[in-house]
């Protein structure tokens, strides 16, 4: 067999960053403040692996076929790529970052694209006629989301590997010379370009031994970046010596920090793309922190310097709790704040300090601790890790279970040698991937090269101890063995049974898709539809009636409003008023598909403390009842996902204190998602509206859309989706069954028993931060005599999905998905906030019932006058994305279809008295997306919410 070039390169962990300095716009616009402390550093896993070692391998041969072969341990993934074009297809599979290594390295040239010359004629003149290389990936099961550069440093490990072999390197072993380092930088940035993603300039720090400050550098006269930008592209890399940090204080460095990855595994862009956006504002107090920021790492090369450890941990956390915060608040999380706070609890003054790797805590992350506790330390973050991750797992996206790593600092940067006669084999994740599938061939099929590997691997099993376990795990490759279900396990079909999954129900909608009756392309209303915006008379202006600050509610307007003011308030009083929060969403675009409570995500710090969307609206609730005297009932609906942990959650918190009536209404109505069809995946994709990417990463894109398309040929459109977790598979049937559901899961029976009074009721959504019980707003809705009443806000620029407009001439509120032209949206001027004021009576009347059926649980009268309503409503078919995790916190996001049925529709009921009131975007605003949280918090609408709510 052939020898193996291996190249072995250790990851880097940066102590500060300096407020994301290193993003490639920030340090070539501002080369001053890119400054970045990291070390170059081994790993393993504490108690699975022996000792730390370079975590990153990459492995290069030359085979006998005219092919490329491309194999990544860590994904199980491994493919034969024969054409030039398939090379450039970079997310047809999870080989990407190998092939964007091939081209980048110059084994495949960038601009050969399309040129229509093969790629066997391409190889002949690297490894000879009739030969072609085999390039293998390993970064010995790092978990996804560490913070430690993994797919940067892997990228660069792979072009340090094809360079050397390809003679672009002045030694086949051994380090690679300081040019031959800037040399695989500047290629790595091309390859993440061409793969479409992008780090910043200090990931590839690994490439470098031990300590290295990584400083941003002035354009000069002759650098091609002098009439674009202030600096250069390519940092500049100072690696500190014995003078800047002794052996002993590396030593002392090592004992003392624990490494960890918490569990959660987010993406870290829309923090990047926030830290540019304030960077371009010049926000002042933001400005303010990134100065503080490079001072702070002025005060750890010192303390490095001095050998003070202590002071380094003083100086990392002082940077995350102060200017990291101040830039970006969202680069914290409450359970990474939980577990600084439990770790310093429990080890007092032996806690030294705490530093976040990367963009964003969660992940990475590093405890400082006094030497002689490390061990007892590393014990006890597992176990505070694990129990913490175990209370939020249904409020935050953990992607697996926290690790605590064992690591040494790597003073050699990037390395290679030669494996040659019985060394010459590929790490064994590779055999455990590849063997099998030859196995199951003829002998005399295979080549000799692969007869001949096949006996170097059986008897390296036989005599090293390292292989001893692998005939096990061929065995359990060839023949997997059947995963037994344990006993209270719920399977996929109990869960549907115990939710109300309408089977024939689902296989008429399924027939509907297959035979093009149902789709995106249906949810629209006919194209002669006459669709305008709503005329002043259509609607009633809420703007300046806002009361958020009236004291105690005692002081207030004169005249009409004070009337109507009055009404409202004295219903709340005599206990007239109950507040429905719709919380059986698993916050699809909040947590981009992981199925979480979005209820009970700490999502923002309010009055000094993380807060939940329930406490927050609880404390909303508690500030009217006291002010008031009376105590409103407060009703969250919930569904298959979310009514288990929310209920365990409230009974942990003891319901944060709430003294009023607090009920959670479980949903009687669950759906099957469905593999999407080609169809809609076009049309989603086609012809509606698309953001313009970048040319190379509109190309990934394309290809990955491509990828998709071809599962859900391959796969079968329309069938169902049960390749994922139970839960997973499940999906909501929309907003419109929430409060039909009261009438048939007893909540509203038992609320009507306990409070025969109850006559409006306030429906909005979870992320409907601002609504509440307003007096003047009951009062108004009172007053008209409507049996509904919406709350509408203006329109600006990034409210897409519909709104309030006239259809046909009636007003009522559409949907973004049923609009026939994109464009009829722009012209609508009032968005739809969800938020609903609902004469109780009158609704019962609507469906055909009153409080008698109700009070009586009449089932099958409730049930039937449910589905007749239903019928009159419109289904829609959306996709959704949906992950599904695997590996050590691998994921993929696939789009799925459901079909829901949406509460707004309502409005467009004939007979069903409707109104609509323009409220404050404070009162409306929804938060769809953890992007939109600074803005929120900007704009005043977080203080807002603050001035409304008393907490406990």
């Given amino acids: 067999t052939y020898a193996i070039l291996r190249e072995r390169t250790p990851v880097r962990m940066d102590l500060t960053h300096c407020g994301w300095s290193d993003i490639f716009f920030l340090a070539m616009d501002y080369p001053e403040g890119a400054r970045v402390l990291n070390v170059s550093i081994d790993l393993a896993v504490h108690g699975r692996d022996p000792s730390p070692k370079p975590p990153v391998e990459a492995y290069l041969r030359v085979i006998e076929e005219p092919l490329l072969r491309l194999t990544s341990v860590d994904l199980g993934a491994t493919t034969d790529i024969a054409h030039l074009a398939d090379v450039f297809d970079f997310a047809k599979d999870y080989l990407g970052l190998l092939k964007a290594a091939v081209i980048a390295s110059g084994i495949v040239p960038p601009g050969i694209e399309g040129s229509g010359q093969s790629l066997a004629g391409l190889l002949a003149h690297i490894a000879g006629p009739g030969r072609g290389l085999e390039i293998v990936s390993s970064v010995n099961n790092i978990p996804k989301g560490s913070r430690l550069a993994v797919s940067t440093t892997l990228l660069a490990a792979l072009i340090s590997v094809c360079m050397r072999a390809t003679g672009q390197a002045a030694s086949l072993t051994g380090l690679l010379q300081e040019h031959e380092r800037r040399l695989v930088l500047a290629r ?13 300039g200090q990931d590839s720090g690994g490439v470098w031994p031990g300590m290295k400050l990584i400083t941003g550098v002035l354009a000069g006269e002759s650098d091609p970046e002098r009439s674009i930008s202030r600096g250069r592209l390519m940092p500049q890399h100072r690696i500190l010596d014995v003078t800047d940090a002794s052996s002993e204080t590396r030593r002392r460095l090592q004992e003392s920090l624990v490494l960890v990855h918490g569990g959660m595994a987010q993406n870290v862009g829309p923090i990047l793309e926030m830290v540019t956006e304030k960077y371009l504002l010049r926000s002042q107090a933001e400005w303010r922190g990134r100065q503080e920021a490079l001072s702070i790492l002025d005060e750890i090369l010192e303390a490095l310097k001095k050998g003070d450890i202590r002071a380094v941990g003083a100086a990392t956390t002082r940077n995350f709790q102060q200017p990291i915060q101040t830039i970006i608040p969202w680069a914290s999380t409450f359970y990474t704040e939980t577990l600084i706070e439990r770790v310093r609890t429990e080890f007092r003054e032996n806690f030294w300090g705490f530093w976040m790797l990367g963009g964003m805590s969660g992940g990475g992350m590093g405890f400082i601790f006094a ?82 590997e096949l006996d170097k691997f059986g008897a390296a099993c036989r005599a090293r101890p390292a292989l001893r376990g692998m005939v096990q795990t061929l065995f359990d490759a060839l023949l997997p063995r059947g995963k037994a279900e344990s006993a209270d ?168 204190g709430y003294e009023g009536p607090l009920l959670l209404s479980p949903g009687k109505s669950v759906g099957l998602r469905m593999v999407p069809t080609v169809r809609d995946l076009r049309f989603a994709w086609e012809e509606m509206p698309q953001q313009l990417l ?45 409060v039909p559901n009261l009438f048939r899961n007893g909540v509203l029976a038992k609320l009507l028993t306990e409070r025969p009074q109850l006559k409006y009721l306030l429906l909005h959504n979870i992320d409907t931060l601002g609504a509440d019980i307003d007096p003047s707003l009951l009062g108004l809705h009172m007053r008209s005599g409507a049996c509904l009443t919406f709350e509408v806000l203006g329109r600006r620029m990034d409210d897409r999905g519909g709104g309030l407009a006239r259809v046909n001439g009636r007003a009522r509120l559409v949907e973004g998905l049923s609009l026939p032209r994109e464009e009829a949206e722009f012209s609508l001027r009032y968005y739809n906030s969800m938020t609903t004021w609902i004469d109780l009576d009158k609704l019962l009347t609507a469906f055909v019932l009153n409080r008698d059926d109700i009070r009586g649980g009449n089932e099958e009268k409730i049930a039937a006058a449910i589905r007749a309503l239903a019928a009159k409503m419109p289904t829609y078919i959306t996709l959704k994305d949906v992950k599904k995790r695997w590996g050590h916190g691998q994921e993929d996001i696939f789009p799925v279809t459901q079909f829901e049925k949406l509460w707004g529709d309502m409005s467009a009921l004939p007979g069903l008295d409707c109104r609509f009131v323009v409220v404050p975007r404070l009162r409306g605003q929804q938060l769809k997306d953890q992007a939109q949280l600074d803005g929120w918090f900007r704009d005043g609408s977080a203080a807002y919410v603050e001035s409304i709510c008393e907490w406990k």
């Fill in 188 to 200: 790595a940035i091309l390859g993440e370009w061409l793969g479409g993603s992008g780090g910043g």
């Fill in 371 to 452: 030497p002689e506790k490390k061990t007892v330390a590393q014990r006890r973050l597992q176990e505070i890790m694990s129990a913490t991750r175990s209370e939020l797992q249904h409020a935050l996206p953990f992607a697996m279970e926290p690790v605590v790593y064992d690591f040494t600092i790597n003073e050699d940067g990037t390395c290679a040698d030669l494996l040659d006669g019985t060394d010459a084999l590929m790490p064994p994740g590779y055999y455990a991937l590849t063997v099998p599938a030859l196995l199951r061939q003829e002998l005399r099929t295979l080549s000799p090269l692969r007869r001949a």
């Fill in 489 to 656: 396990q719920s399977t996929l079909a109990a869960l549907l049974e115990q939710n109300g999954f309408d089977r024939a129900q689902h296989e008429q909608i399924r027939a509907d898709l297959k035979e093009g009756r149902l789709g995106l392309a249906q949810n629209r209303l006919p194209t002669s539809a006459v669709i305008e915006d709503v005329t002043d008379d259509n609607v009633f202006h809420y703007a300046g009636w806002m009361e958020s600050h009236w004291s105690r509610f005692k002081a207030g307007p004169s005249g009409e409003l004070a009337d109507v003011r009055e009404m409202g308030l004295a219903a709340i009083r005599r206990g007239e008023a109950a507040a429905i929060t719709l919380a059986a969403g698993a916050g699809s675009r909040w947590t981009q598909g992981a199925g979480i409570v979005k209820a009970l995500h700490p999502f923002c710090k309010l009055a000094g403390r993380h807060r939940t969307f329930i406490e927050t609206h609880l404390a909303k609730s508690r500030r009217l009842s006291r002010g008031l005297g009376s105590p409103i009932p407060h009703i969250f609906t919930t569904s298959y996902l979310t009514h288990e942990p929310t209920a365990e959650f409230l009974a942990r918190q003891e319901n944060y």
């Fill in 694 to 738: 970048d040319e190379q990463q509109q190309k990934v894109r394309d290809s990955m859309r491509a990828a998709l398309i071809n599962w859900a040929r391959s796969t079968g459109e329309a069938a169902d989706y049960t390749d994922n977790l139970p839960l997973q598979c499940l999906h909501p049937v929309g907003h419109w069954y929430e």
